[in-house]
């Protein structure tokens, strides 16, 4: 019998992406699966019931698409009494958020189901293509600074009109991972003056080849190395304190400022203070891209203007999903580059190997079963 | 005694602009004139009290500071019961919307102030600095596709990336004055696939020029030439039927459309039709910027976030006002170089000539004077 592929429609709150495209669906009939879909699972990603149909899905109640599946696919794990009719050992390949969801993956590993978290993706370069975090850190870049410019009560490109110059404004980047290098080149597009700064001091040329200025101190000794895995290994005190100083002076002269630090586990990194947000003109816009894991920015709050200083400080709890469609269409790609990876044809369904299958995999045989969990 | 000029806090519901800013201040004082602010005017443009007071402006209430005003300076033209202390005859130089604000015009009649409607400045080459139609348009071109680009649930660049490619996102402009030029500009930085259309043939190039595709009929008889004023003169039923055929079958295709067509003291024409909204694909924008004037496009409304057939269909009362920093900044330097244009040093305050005076006052001697409006 062909393996069952369900989709549900996302329950948590606002969220509109979906796990599965009328793109994917195709792809993994193609793989001689069946697949399964909720009605109305797509509507916030503009995707009608009749879409999926056309890609050869089938349509129906919640209980009635997961009964017998043996892989559920979910943008945000669905809750496991979603999943009372999957086969017993299913997977359910989705975002879990584990260090914050002790409960949900003990109720996985209770349920007997096999939890793959996507975000525990291995970053490297065969997974490049399975990986949710970089699809979706790229679209909220972009949205940053898209909302920023909409909050901003100036435009971002000089514009020579009749009546005079419009200046361009300014902006900030704190933080080169993939969000914060689409956020400068979203920038960069809509005309404005862009810097940006990283810890990481190897970030520099690729902050300089989007045509950004790089913040970074010259001529201070003990300036960092990379470590492994690119992040910061040792900077030395005098570095550290000048940098800072250099930082906090730069942003006093920016327009617009998008943090977007973020530490896998563990609360955001604080970037900006009270007093920073009180040295910049009135009417300046920062985004934290962090808000929902504590904020780069002092006083920030999920999916709320919050006006300190005459500063609009700004955030969503989540930014990928402001576009949905997109957010959809890449996180569904993720999902199956990873599972049609690894699928055999003659079993007729995917089977992991250590690296990545490890990685990613919560929960087996009734117990958490992942090292990184574990050594919490 | 120096000249007065006065300028209120304007009271129209979420008007954030000041039609006076610490710049313009600064060069009003430096002709000679006194410069007086109402405290709190420049809030919703991000300019504090301190601002003004340090660019040499006397700050206070409303009624200390229009008193003895020989100019008042507004966006929207305040009541008349609000200049009740300014000098008789006193000039009040501002938008008033002249067609559909008979009542407004007539008390200002009645009240004996000369009402200096900046909308009908003549669009002559030696008014283009004056002219914030011009200057507010071009804001409103720029907002129309930030706002559109962010009701969108995809990004409107080509983005390769690994989980594969997001495709451009195609923008039709429709209708290519100040605003749809600035729209086309704007879509185009942003990555956008763009392409425009205008009555006027002669705007071909013009959307050429910024990288877009005209859409528009070849080869079919009778295609207008470009009247006086650069308003379409004649089209062949024959011309008008394949245009709209063409434009039908187009917008089909579009993301995002952004409808820009106004005309002068008349309700907008009609630009998109039910039938051709459903023809979109869901999740599919449309940005009415006529919307405020009875709209462009079939059920849009001012403020609102209307879904029709899975399109979103946004349109603001009043566009520029979402920027209004840079909106205020320009439209105070179109009222400074009005008067700064006319100013007659010894008499110490401007003198306006007979083609641009004429134009743009609607009342003296306690008479409507304007003949657009006589010959409404």
Known sequence: MALRIAVLQERAPGENRVALTPETAKKFAALGATVAVEEGAGIGASITDEAYREAGADLGEAAAVVKDADIVLGVQAPDVAMLAGAKPGAWVAASFDPFRNG????????????????????RITRA????????????AGYKAVLTAANEYGRAFPMMMTAAGTVQAAKVFVMGVGVAGLQAIATAKRLGAQVSATDVRSATKEQIQSLGAKPIFVENVAGIEGEGSGGYATEMSEEYQKAQAELVSGHIAKQDIVVTTALIPGKPAPRLISDAQIASMKPGSVIFDLAVAQGGNVEGSKPDETVVKHGVKIVGYSNTANHLAADASALFARNLYNFLSAFWDKDAGKPVLDEEIGNAVRLTQGGKVVNERLAAQ
Do not use: I, R, T
């Not at 409960?103 to 291995?122: I, N, Q, S």
């Open 128 to 139: 490049q293509s399975m990986d949710v975090l970089s699809s979706q850190s790229n679209l």
């Open 103 to 122: 409960d949900l993956v003990a109720a996985y590993a209770k349920a007997g189901l096999e939890a793959l978290a996507m975000e525990f993706m291995p």
